[in-house]
């Protein structure tokens, strides 16, 4: 019932024009992001971050889910007519939404992409209004040592299983965590990492980081024509009368579902979704052999459950401060920028602002849908944007949204600083999520490690006394083991060959 009250409490503050304005632009602007090959909603979102740090929170939080939510779907439009994902969520698309393009049926195909995105995104913002303040309700009956092990938790899903490599994943949260430790010591007042350096004893700001590690290095690559294409003439030809949408009722359920699933389990993500959502809608046809040569179910489950996987990512990101991929990592910093601490206590000490966030998500699902029917024709017209415009445009909006947080030539110079290292890590495959993660959950941890420790006079014992600390303590560990498990599964499996069998005789 408490639920219902603040969804009604939230609500009238999303008729306010401001914030109306910024979700209607945040929805344009995410479609054309995601229309743009090599750009992505965490891109988006990172740029605009600096640029709304004057703002209201509930207009900034407006224009970041419409980015988050136009986005999703703008990756189907350059996936449907070139055959190029502008998203990693995209892919799956390509299989069956280019060949109905191919085949003459681009509008057709773009429509479906539309309402299954609509609907997908509709779904998953129901989803985070009704799950995650029971959830956080939960998360209030955690202590120093609960929280310590949730953060560890965090840390440890995403670095470990966010990359292709363990040790990858681990290198880039360690980045994260000596980021976090620059500035005053929050309990002792000593000065950490700042090379008596005025500039660094409030910290690093976390828009500093967000913007150099996701925004600049998708600049540099327009800049060295990385994500250059040809996109030639690209034709929508006619909508295709006497389809059956009811026939696709039943793929939209059971892609939502998959998405909701995905959403919640850190580190799998939208193009995950897709692709389960893909090969198990294939799995229940009776038209097997269609897939791949332009069934419309086939580009329904996809673009359906990545959407589905958007607001199901923040529910534990909102409660529990571990966001499910790299976007809702960036959305945390968004929040901390706003004097937002996610966590259990923002569902009580922010609530209007909270749901209305929420309500932001479901209300941007059908503002997309309103916005890709009218401008169909002007996004395909974004896929021909010159690269050598974007580029520099995206290193201007940065420059100037960093330089306007505290009017500092050294934090601009220090997000430069972050882009080349975020460049370096993605020519190394070295994901950046775990930092970002690590910069907002690593003092988290240490304080209440610390807590921990004061309250049970150094007592490690403590730690793991209560049954919360316990459960997330062995979660922690299968976490670390899950990279070795299916080695040690093939090892047990093994059957030795006649050679083997001599040696043993």
């Not at 009238?12 to 929805?27: F, K, Q, S």
């Not at 206590?345 to 209305?356: I, K, M, P, S, W």
Request: proline content about 6%; overall charge neutral.
């Amino acid at each position: 019932m408490e639920v219902f009250v603040n969804i009604m409490n939230a609500a009238p503050g999303l008729l306010d024009p401001a914030v109306i304005i910024a979700m209607i632009a945040g929805t344009a602007i995410g479609i054309a992001v995601g229309a743009l090959p090599g750009l992505s909603a965490t891109m988006g979102i990172a740029v605009l971050i600096p640029l709304t740090f004057s703002m209201e929170p509930l207009v900034a939080l407006g224009m970041i889910a419409g980015i988050y939510n136009g986005s999703m779907y703008g990756g189907s439009i350059p996936a449907i007519l070139l055959r190029i994902p502008g998203t990693p969520a995209g892919i799956a698309t390509v299989f069956d939404g280019h060949e109905m393009a191919k085949q003459g049926k681009a509008r057709l195909a773009l429509d479906i992409s539309l309402v299954s995105s609509s609907l997908g995104s509709a779904v998953s913002a129901i989803a985070l209004l009704l799950v995650a303040p029971p959830l956080a309700m939960i998360a209030l009956k955690f202590g120093p040592a609960d929280y310590f092990w949730l953060a560890v938790f965090g840390m440890t899903t995403i670095a470990i299983l966010l990359a292709g490599s363990p040790a990858k994943g681990i290198l880039s949260a360690c980045f994260g965590l000596v980021v976090g430790l620059v500035g005053i010591d929050g309990i002792s007042g000593a000065e950490r990492f700042t090379f008596d350096t005025l500039e660094l004893i409030s910290g690093i700001h976390i828009i500093v980081l967000l913007t150099g590690l996701y925004a600049i290095p998708p600049a540099i690559d327009l800049l060295m024509g990385r994500n250059a294409i040809e996109t030639g003439e690209i034709e929508l030809g006619d909508r295709s009368k006497g389809f059956k949408w009811s026939s696709l009722i039943p793929t939209w359920i059971r892609a939502s579902g998959i998405g909701l699933v995905i959403g919640l389990i850190p580190a799998l993500g939208g193009n995950v979704a897709a692709l389960m959502a893909w090969n198990e809608e294939r799995r229940y046809s009776k038209n097997k052999e269609n897939w791949g040569k332009g069934e419309p179910a086939g580009l329904a489950a996809p673009e359906c459950a990545n959407n589905a996987d958007t607001a199901a990512t923040l529910i534990p990101a909102l409660t529990l401060g571990i966001p499910g991929n790299a976007v809702a990592a960036v959305i945390l910093g968004a929040l901390l920028v706003h004097g937002l601490q996610p966590g259990p206590e923002l569902f009580r000490a922010n609530a209007e602002v909270t749901y209305g966030f929420m309500l932001t998500m479901l209300v941007t699902s059908g503002m997309m849908f309103v916005i890709g029917k009218l401008g169909a024709k002007a996004y395909v017209n974004v896929l021909r944007v010159s690269r050598q415009i974007l580029g520099p445009m995206i290193l201007a909006l940065t420059v100037v949204g960093v330089y306007a947080i505290h009017n500092s030539i050294f934090e601009v110079v220090l997000m430069l600083c972050f882009g080349l290292v975020g460049f370096a890590m993605e020519r190394m495959a070295i994901p950046t999520a775990p930092a970002v993660l690590a910069v907002i959950l690593g003092p988290i941890a240490e304080e209440n490690l610390r807590r921990s420790l004061l309250i049970s006079g150094d007592n490690l014992w403590y730690l793991v006394q209560s049954p919360i600390s316990i459960v997330l303590a062995f979660l922690v560990l299968v976490a670390l083991a899950a990279p070795w498990l299916p080695k040690l599964k093939l090892r047990s499996t093994h059957v030795p060959n006649e050679s083997e069998n001599d040696e043993e005789r």
